[in-house]
């Protein structure tokens, strides 16, 4: 009735090996990073009559719990303060190592026109001593993947309730979206 074919081990193993190995590719779901304000720390005030500008140093704890390394380029995050834009902070290019978390520190600038234009409610939420800021940023890069590089873009947005006396982190919430490209 028909030719038997013979049994090689190599072909098994080799077989069983590109079974799991696309099986690896195929359920590794990419998941969000996460970002969490760390602290706030004044660096200077610059007088800018009639009012002063604030130089300050945020510190954001970012994780990246997929089993690539991501590369990201430089960009700028927007801050704000009852929708007017206070300031923003530069990100330097860099990378983070799979399953990892790192520290970033943005230098960034407030200007306080910002305040000013809400001096009612800036009063109000510094005699409760908590002040909603907002920021937003979009990060692009890559992440490589055996031999392959996926171009990937995330947007963050993050509500930061601070005490504006002491600049302490009270709470916060962050959203981040994370869309990947077919096409490398």
């Known amino acids: 009735m028909g030719k038997e074919g013979k049994w090689s081990w190599t072909s098994a193993v080799i077989g069983a090996a590109s079974a799991v190995a ?3 590719v195929l ?3 990419p998941k969000d ?3 969490h304000l760390i602290s706030i720390n004044f660096t200077s005030l610059k007088l800018n009559l009639p009012l002063l500008d604030a130089e300050v140093l945020l510190t954001v704890h970012v994780t990246n ?3 690539a390394p991501i590369h ?3 960009t700028t995050m927007s801050i704000s303060y009852a929708g007017s834009l206070l300031g923003s902070a530069h990100v330097e290019a860099g990378s983070q190592p799979p ?3 790192q520290l970033l520190r943005l230098p960034a600038r407030l200007k306080a026109v910002g305040f000013a234009q809400h001096a009612t409610r800036f009063l109000a939420d510094v005699a409760k001593r908590e002040m909603l800021l907002d920021a937003a940023i979009e990060i692009a890069g890559t992440a490589r993947v055996l031999w392959w590089d996926h171009k990937f873009k995330i947007h963050v947005d993050s509500h930061v309730t601070v005490d504006p006396v002491f600049l302490d982190v009270i709470d ?3 959203t981040a979206e994370l869309e990947l490209f077919a096409a490398a």
Do not use: H, L, V
Request: overall charge positive; some cysteine; hydrophobic content about 25%.
């Open 22 to 24: 696309a099986t690896a």
């Open 33 to 35: 990073p996460t970002f």
């Open 65 to 67: 719990p997929n089993i």
């Open 99 to 101: 399953r990892s978390c």
């Open 72 to 74: 990201y380029s430089s």
């Open 172 to 174: 916060q919430e962050n």
């Open 27 to 29: 359920t590794a779901k």
